[in-house]
């Protein structure tokens, strides 16, 4: 008898150590299937019988089962209305705009770095003449309102995600590593998978690129003008938030990249979709050869359409952090 309890204290404190250990690695390898009904700690099962009547009704043979239908606590009337805005922004026709507005960022950065450094030759001094002046004025006000929009479709998701990893939402829902914003667990996108920690530290440095965005916008309206917008006090204002906002993006976008090669790096290859270079040829394949993106028919996410379509093969998570 005493054998049996010391070698039943040894396998509690091994299994301890080991589920300790998993806990403590970022980015370890992620199950692939687990209960989707991300339940808090202590939270009851539901009772024999109990879950079978909330899936009455439903095709069980090759069907998809809502697992919306099963969440607990329900969704509530403010949740529905997030999810129709959410949902609303995550339409293609916006995917497409995004796509459109990131082409224009490019182009139209470019016209303004070349008119800055002064590669060009539309007048003498090269970096101090017209139509030089007026090119680059209006160039860094088109880059501005194309920072703003993406900023201001992206800002709800970036919001919702800031709410669900702080661990603030009402009613509370889990968010464990894989859990969506419902708490619903195996969430195909690799955003989830981010540690919670690391995962914050993205989201507070895209709210200050938001934030920092708008008030560089509301500085561009008031002074207008290349003569107001490179005369002190406007110098000052129209600059450093712009370049607070430019910094912010650019180092959640590198913390970004970062946390999604080591996933990858850490799972079996397709674990979470292709990367972007190969989802611009998943994108050409879809395009030329028709062929849809591959989905998982046993998941529904309530903030975005059933179809789950997209234009990229992308992370949708990570990509609508950006109003792409």
């Given at each position: 008898g005493r054998s049996w309890e010391m070698t039943h204290v040894v396998g509690v404190k091994d299994t301890f150590y080991q589920s300790n250990e998993m806990a403590?690695?970022?980015?370890?390898?992620?199950?692939?299937?687990?209960?989707?009904?991300?339940r808090e700690p202590g939270q009851s099962e539901?009772?024999?019988?109990?879950?079978?009547?909330?899936?009455?009704?439903?095709?069980?043979?090759?069907?998809?089962?809502d697992v919306m239908k099963t969440l607990e606590p329900p969704r509530t009337?403010?949740?529905?209305?997030?999810?129709?805005?959410?949902?609303?922004?995550?339409?293609?026709?916006?995917?497409?705009?995004?796509?459109?507005?990131?082409v224009l960022v490019i182009g139209d950065g470019a016209l303004f770095f070349f008119m800055a450094m002064g590669w060009h030759n539309l007048c003498e001094p090269k970096l101090d003449c017209e139509p030089r002046n007026t090119t680059v004025n209006i160039s860094i006000q088109i880059l501005n309102l194309l920072f703003t929009y993406m900023n201001l479709v992206a800002f709800p998701w970036r919001v919702v995600n800031f709410?669900?990893?702080?661990?603030?939402?009402?009613?509370k829902r889990s968010n464990a590593i894989s859990c969506n914003i419902y708490g619903i667990k195996n969430a195909p996108d690799l955003w989830f998978y981010i540690p919670l920690n690391r995962r914050m530290g993205i989201v507070v440095l895209l709210l200050l690129n938001a934030i920092t965005q708008f008030i560089n916008q509301a500085f561009r309206f008031v002074y207008y003008s290349y003569e107001k917008s490179n005369r002190w006090?406007?110098?000052?204002?129209?600059?450093?938030?712009?370049?607070?906002?430019?910094?912010?993006?650019?180092?959640?976008?590198?913390?970004?990249?970062v946390e999604a090669h080591i996933l990858r790096k850490n799972n079996e290859p397709g674990r979470f979709g292709p990367g972007p270079i190969d989802s611009v040829k998943e994108a050409y394949r879809q395009f030329f050869h028709g062929k849809e993106?591959?989905?998982?028919?046993?998941?529904?996410?309530?903030?975005?359409?059933?179809?789950?379509?997209?234009?990229?093969?992308l992370d949708r998570g990570g990509l609508r952090m950006w109003g792409a």
């Open positions: 403590q690695v970022p980015h370890s390898e992620v199950p692939v299937r687990e209960n989707r009904l991300g539901p009772k024999d019988g109990e879950e079978g009547k909330s899936l009455e009704g439903l095709e069980s043979d090759g069907a998809e089962i009337a403010s949740e529905a209305c997030r999810d129709w805005l959410l949902r609303l922004l995550d339409n293609g026709i916006f995917q497409i705009i995004g796509i459109i507005v990131i709410v669900h990893i702080a661990g603030w939402s009402c009613p006090p406007g110098v000052f204002w129209v600059n450093i938030f712009f370049a607070s906002s430019f910094a912010c993006a650019g180092a959640a976008a590198a913390w970004m990249a993106p591959p989905k998982d028919p046993d998941y529904h996410d309530p903030t975005r359409s059933k179809a789950m379509t997209s234009i990229f093969a």
